[in-house]
């Protein structure tokens, strides 16, 4: 009996030890090889909603290499920097073992990585975006060249006109990503992206996008902090596009088009019913918005084509930078009635027209009531010769 109760003594720490060892986290192990930064402290951060904490440090050795390992009990995301301006953001999952290589001392134009399918395709998409950024700063040299050219104002609408396509490339670059992706991490940072410093696309510009994101991650990854807040500001989306859709009913075809009434560029006010008996486009937009101004490039050839028969456009801006909102329509030859909101879509008029997004058009014939919303340009114009 005493022998039993011996072995038992024995083997109970041992299996206390096997029972957390069960239940313990699985650790995440780095090897890596940065062979442009030998003896290079570098530290991992975790990125959670509010708060980056440090988790650990390690140090290359004279070769650029390094090991490191930490625990991880649930996927999520994490940088590896050196200082904020070279680091690489990772997405990892508990157990993973992977491998970075990097050549040269800058690692976000270098890395490599191997063993994480989240941060592979997270890389992906980053060196993706970093070949677009080479092409806009490209374009900055020859901005920068160009200022003494007499012809900078065309140069200038030519360089634009380049970024545009740029941006479009990488907006629909963000898009097909995370409709392919949907299941996966890397996802929730792409899609909140901006290119430089303009959003790409929104909840309110893509708002089937982000809900199918959310339904798909919050059921794969409930516990993830990122994707919990992320569901819950996918709650209010909801929330919003009902409310938005509610208003949508009281300005709709056939119904009369609610008043607007806002400064121009000299600051006289001017009534959107000043505009009764013309053909009038509602027109809102804005300086900043990549869409908005390659829509105004598009605006001017039916503007000029249908403004002596009775077609006008009424623009609305809801820039907040009044400098930047005049030097833009004109630089884009937007010669048509111009008027500025500066509280941008929180505005009441926003709210009236239920515009979650920009570019927003509202046709409205001579009668004052609405004759369609949001029609493609190819629709805009056939609707226009059908109402002059």
Same mark, same amino acid.
């Given at each position: 009996?005493?022998?039993?109760?011996?072995?038992?003594?024995?083997?109970?720490?041992?299996?206390?030890?096997?029972?957390?060892?069960?239940?313990?986290?699985?650790?995440?192990?780095?090897?890596?090889?940065?062979?442009?930064?030998?003896?290079?402290?570098?530290?991992?951060?975790?990125?959670?909603?509010?708060?980056? +904490?440090?988790?650990?440090?390690?140090?290359?050795?004279?070769?650029?290499?390094?090991?490191?390992?930490?625990?991880?009990?649930?996927?999520?995301?994490?940088?590896?920097?050196?200082? +904020?301006?070279?680091?690489?953001?990772?997405?990892?999952?508990?157990?993973?073992?992977?491998?970075?290589?990097?050549?040269?001392?800058?690692?976000?134009?270098?890395?490599?990585?191997?063993?994480?399918?989240?941060?592979?395709?997270?890389?992906?998409?980053?060196?993706?975006?970093?070949?677009?950024?080479?092409?806009?700063?490209?374009?900055?040299?020859?901005?920068?060249?160009?200022?003494?050219?007499?012809?900078?104002?065309?140069?200038?609408?030519?360089?634009?006109?380049?970024?545009?396509?740029?941006?479009?490339?990488?907006?629909?670059?963000?898009?097909?990503?995370?409709?392919?992706?949907?299941?996966?991490?890397?996802?929730?940072?792409?899609?909140?992206?901006?290119?430089?410093?303009?959003?790409?696309?929104?909840?309110?510009?893509? +708002?089937?996008?982000?809900?199918?994101?959310?339904?798909?991650?919050?059921?794969?990854? +409930?516990?993830?902090?990122?994707?919990?807040?992320?569901?819950?500001?996918?709650?209010?989306?909801?929330?919003?596009?009902?409310?938005?859709?509610?208003?949508?009913?009281?300005?709709? #075809?056939?119904? #009369?088009?609610?008043?607007?009434?806002?400064?121009?560029?000299?600051?006289?006010?001017?009534?959107?019913?000043?505009?009764?008996?013309?053909?009038?486009?509602?027109?809102? *937009?804005?300086? *900043?918005?990549?869409?908005?101004?390659?829509?105004?490039?598009?605006?001017?050839?039916?503007?000029?084509?249908?403004?002596?028969?009775?077609?006008?456009?009424?623009?609305?801006?809801?820039?907040?930078?009044?400098?930047? *909102?005049?030097?833009?329509?004109?630089?884009?030859?937007?010669? *048509?009635?111009?008027?500025?909101?500066?509280?941008?879509?929180?505005?009441?008029?926003?709210?009236?027209?239920?515009?979650?997004?920009?570019?927003?058009?509202?046709?409205?014939?001579?009668?004052?009531?609405?004759?369609?919303?949001?029609?493609?340009?190819?629709?805009?114009?056939?609707?226009?010769?059908?109402?002059?």
């Amino acid at each position: 009996m005493k022998f039993n109760s011996l072995i038992f003594v024995i083997l109970f720490p041992l299996l206390l030890v096997q029972g957390c060892n069960s239940l313990s986290t699985d650790d995440v192990s780095i090897h890596g090889t940065f062979t442009g930064l030998p003896d290079t402290k570098f530290y991992i951060y975790q990125l959670l909603p509010d708060s980056k +904490p440090l988790i650990d440090s390690v140090r290359t050795d004279a070769s650029g290499n390094f090991e490191i390992s930490f625990p991880v009990n649930k996927a999520g995301y994490y940088t590896l920097a050196q200082n +904020p301006e070279n680091e690489i953001t990772l997405v990892v999952s508990p157990g993973e073992k992977l491998t970075l290589t990097s050549k040269g001392n800058t690692l976000r134009n270098t890395y490599t990585v191997e063993g994480s399918k989240d941060s592979k395709l997270y890389l992906e998409y980053h060196t993706f975006t970093i070949s677009n950024l080479n092409k806009v700063d490209s374009l900055s040299r020859i901005f920068a060249e160009s200022r003494s050219n007499p012809d900078f104002i065309e140069v200038k609408r030519q360089l634009d006109s380049a970024y545009i396509e740029i941006f479009n490339d990488q907006k629909n670059k963000v898009v097909s990503f995370v409709a392919q992706y949907p299941n996966s991490l890397a996802s929730l940072l792409i899609i909140s992206n901006n290119f430089g410093p303009n959003p790409l696309i929104s909840e309110q510009s893509h +708002p089937e996008l982000f809900l199918k994101l959310d339904s798909t991650l919050f059921s794969a990854y +409930p516990e993830n902090s990122l994707v919990n807040t992320f569901h819950l500001r996918m709650l209010d989306l909801k929330a919003e596009i009902a409310d938005a859709q509610m208003l949508a009913n009281l300005v709709k #075809p056939g119904t #009369p088009a609610p008043e607007i009434a806002l400064p121009d560029a000299a600051g006289k006010e001017t009534k959107l019913s000043s505009l009764r008996g013309k053909l009038t486009l509602v027109y809102f *937009w804005s300086s *900043w918005n990549a869409p908005s101004r390659q829509n105004n490039m598009y605006l001017n050839g039916i503007y000029n084509k249908y403004h002596e028969r009775g077609f006008e456009i009424y623009a609305v801006s809801i820039d907040s930078d009044a400098d930047l *909102w005049k030097k833009s329509y004109l630089l884009d030859k937007a010669y *048509w009635v111009q008027v500025n909101d500066p509280k941008g879509l929180e505005s009441d008029y926003c709210r009236t027209y239920a515009v979650m997004v920009i570019p927003k058009m509202i046709l409205i014939g001579r009668d004052g009531n609405i004759i369609a919303r949001d029609p493609a340009f190819g629709e805009l114009e056939a609707l226009i010769k059908k109402n002059l």
